[in-house]
Every structure is written in C-alpha cells, then in structure tokens.
C-alpha cells in the first residue's frame, strides 16, 4: 500500500505516467497497474486522464493528501529507525551486580559515552540472585554478574563468560591476622567479615565458620556478619574494627598503598569470580547493547590486566 501511494504522489505532482514512472524507476505499464490496484482498493475512481493530463479526482485529492501525511510519516519513521541504528538516540538499561558496579562498569560506561555523547544508558544494581528476574521480566536488556547454577539449564538465558578473577581476604594493617604467615581458614574465620552477601559456593570453603557469617535462611546465599553493597562502606568498617573483607586482588590493589590496608595470604577454589553477561535469548540485542559488550569485554580485560 505504501509502494501504490507513493505511486500517486509521483502521478499527482508530474500528471503525466510516462514523467512519474521515471522519476519512480519503474516502467510506465507498472505505474498503470498499480494506480488501478489502489483505485481498486479504494473502490472507486482516483484519477481523470484528459488531454491535458492526469488530474486527481475529488476523492482522488483526499488519497492524495492522506499519501502526504503517510509519506511524511514513513520518512520520520525511517529517520528514527536510522538514528537508533546510529546510536545517536537509544535507551539502553543494564543491571549489574554490586562487585561489577564497582570495578569495570564505569569504564566500559565512559567507553561507549566517548564514542556515542548521546545515548541514554540506566545502569541499576541488584543483588545477583535478582539479574535473571529483571532480565525475564524484561525490565533490563543485560544482566553483568554472577552465573547461578545450572544456567545452561535455564534455555531462555544466553551468556558470554567472563574470566574466573582471583579473590583475596583483606585486613586493617596491624589486624592479629597479619602476624600469621599463612593463616587458616579456621583461624580467619575467628574474626567477622563485612562484604556484600556471596554465593552459595563461598561455603564450601568457609561457611562452617561462624564468625565470618551464615548461610541464608532461603539458602540462596552466603550472609556475612556485616553486609554491606558499598565498597567504601566496607573499607571503612574494616579499616577500623578486626572485620576482614573480601575483594578481587585487582580491586585491592588499586588502594593506595598507605591507606592501611593488608591481603591475608590465603588460597582457594572458591576465592575466584564466576561472572558473565546475561541476555534474552529470544531478543535480539539493540545495537547499543551489541556496543556496550564490546566495551565491557575490553574494560573488564583491562580492568584486571
């Protein structure tokens, strides 16, 4: 139907088929049966053709003026689809978990705000357990955080892997812990740690020591005794009390070396990331997303390199 009103404009604006046909790249017998496919359309007669030329009708002028408006829409419409394609104008909605909030993410942010000044991007953080609910209920279009269990299970989820990152256990400088020179668990776990709340397989290492925390009565995660989502919140609880912290070496050593802070020298298979970036399967990425992991990718590798 758009092809057959862009059909009348040509005729309306050269009155003449032989004039329209050329300016539309088509042959004249084409323009001809489409003009009388959308007189057929119409029902009725859109076109007088005189000596003097091909003139709309009455009815023909308010197809005419409809055809302008359409037109005009479709251009807008293209011009939209363009932009979003461009980047120049796009909304892109990213969850992330609190750990990747507070390492990599601004970079690859600043990254894709370098290239594209305009776009519109809402970076959210929930708790890990909360991305794949956001992401189903549609809410994000990436999920950036920790990989549960049985997620090659979950068939509506696609992801791309990130490296495993090493973790570490920190300390306040002069904490009773760094006079060890290779602490157990059992002897970190005398004191109490304040981080944000770790996954299931965090116990399998120390969740039999109660101090450091406990399981979560819904059995989704490992609480520890001082929660907290902020890293600065922790650093400052654990600068000054006997609380340890846990943090990717990466992120540890980015504090300034007189801050007074201390790595507990300590090793296992748990103390490593298990990250990823989550999308919809059955949703094509926005060429937005498609750029931003890109820079995540890059900024993360960075970040840790």
């Known amino acids: 139907m758009i092809d057959l009103l862009e059909y009348a404009l040509a005729l309306a604006a050269h009155r003449n088929f032989v004039r329209a046909a050329k300016q539309l790249g088509i042959s004249q017998p084409t323009l001809t049966r489409g003009i009388q496919e959308l007189e057929e ?37 293209k011009k939209e689809v363009r932009s979003f394609e461009s980047l120049e104008k796009a909304l892109l909605k990213v969850g992330v978990g609190p750990l990747v909030a507070q390492t990599w993410m601004p970079d690859a942010v600043i990254a894709l705000l370098a290239q594209y000044p305009s776009i519109e991007i809402h970076v959210s953080t929930y708790e ?22 049985d997620l090659e299970g979950q068939g509506e989820i696609a992801f791309i892997p990130l490296p495993h990152r090493p973790l570490a256990f920190f300390c306040r400088a002069g904490h009773p812990l760094t006079r060890l020179k290779n602490p157990t668990i059992e002897q970190i776990g005398q004191y109490p740690m304040a981080s944000t709340k770790l996954p ?11 101090t450091l925390g406990k399981l979560a009565q819904n059995g989704l995660y490992f609480e520890p005794q001082i929660s907290c989502q902020t890293f600065g919140v922790c650093l400052r609880i654990i600068k000054d009390t006997d609380n340890i912290g846990i943090a990717p070496t990466a992120q540890l050593a980015r504090i300034d070396a007189n801050a007074g802070f201390s790595v507990i020298p300590f090793d296992a298979p748990s103390l490593r990331t298990n990250y990823g970036i989550m999308h919809l399967r059955d949703r094509s990425l926005t060429p937005s997303a498609r750029v931003f992991v890109a820079h995540a990718l890059a900024k993360e590798k960075a970040y840790f390199d």
């Open 41 to 77: 359309q119409f029902g009725t007669k859109l076109f007088d053709r005189t000596p003097r030329g091909v003139f709309p009708t009455a009815v023909g002028e308010i197809v005419i003026s409809g055809a302008r408006r359409i037109s005009r829409g479709v251009d807008d419409l």
């Open 128 to 149: 890990w357990w909360d991305l794949i609910p956001q992401l189903v209920g549609q809410h994000i279009e990436l999920a950036v955080g920790e990989l549960v269990e």
């Open 200 to 210: 299931l397989r965090a116990a399998e290492d120390f969740g039999g020591t109660r």
